[in-house]
């Protein structure tokens, strides 16, 4: 390839031109190539320096907030006194929620239970019901204790589940 790349020299037309030209001429063009040259090189190797930069400073931020979590993890372990219930019934609300999200099956009323929530459904297509209920219990780990499903139509149901 080195054999190539010098016999292409040797017959181009660029390196007659080169030949033609005045020692000051040719000096000045070797100074263009070399700050084109370097020119390029920075181009090249300024976004990366950045780029490892900016990848210290997270790290080292990263870094100090993963102490910070490690010191604080008790603090977060414990159960608050205050709000604690209230807390875990609006994450399971929102779990069923957007489980039924998910499936794109509207919800006709959650209320509050004394250990969980109830759940009435009118109108919906069987399949789906049954989908969000499976998804409810494998995928979100949230209890029905209770099921009752009632036909409207075929294949459309009305249902109420009592969750925990």
């Not at 030209?21 to 950045?50: F, K, M, N, Q, W």
């Not at 036909?151 to 459309?156: L, N």
């Amino acid at each position: 390839m080195r054999d190539t790349l010098a016999s292409a020299w040797q017959q181009s037309p660029l390196r007659r031109r080169y030949e033609a030209l005045t020692t000051r001429e040719r000096r000045l063009v070797i100074g263009c190539l070399a700050a084109l040259g370097l020119a390029l090189a920075y181009a090249v190797v300024a976004p990366l320096l950045d780029f490892r930069h900016a990848a210290i400073e997270r790290y080292a931020t990263e870094r100090g907030d993963l102490q910070w979590m490690k010191a604080n993890r008790a603090l977060a372990e414990t159960p608050s006194r205050f709000g604690e219930r209230a807390t875990s019934s609006q994450a399971r609300m929102s779990t069923i929620n957007a489980a039924a999200k998910e499936l794109a099956l509207p919800l006709r009323r959650i209320q509050p239970e004394a250990d969980g929530f109830s759940v009435q459904i009118e109108a919906q297509v069987f399949d789906d019901v049954i989908r969000w209920s499976h998804a409810l219990e494998s995928r979100h780990g949230v209890e029905i204790v209770n099921a009752s499903i009632d036909v409207q139509e075929p294949g459309t149901v009305n249902a109420r589940f009592s969750v925990r």
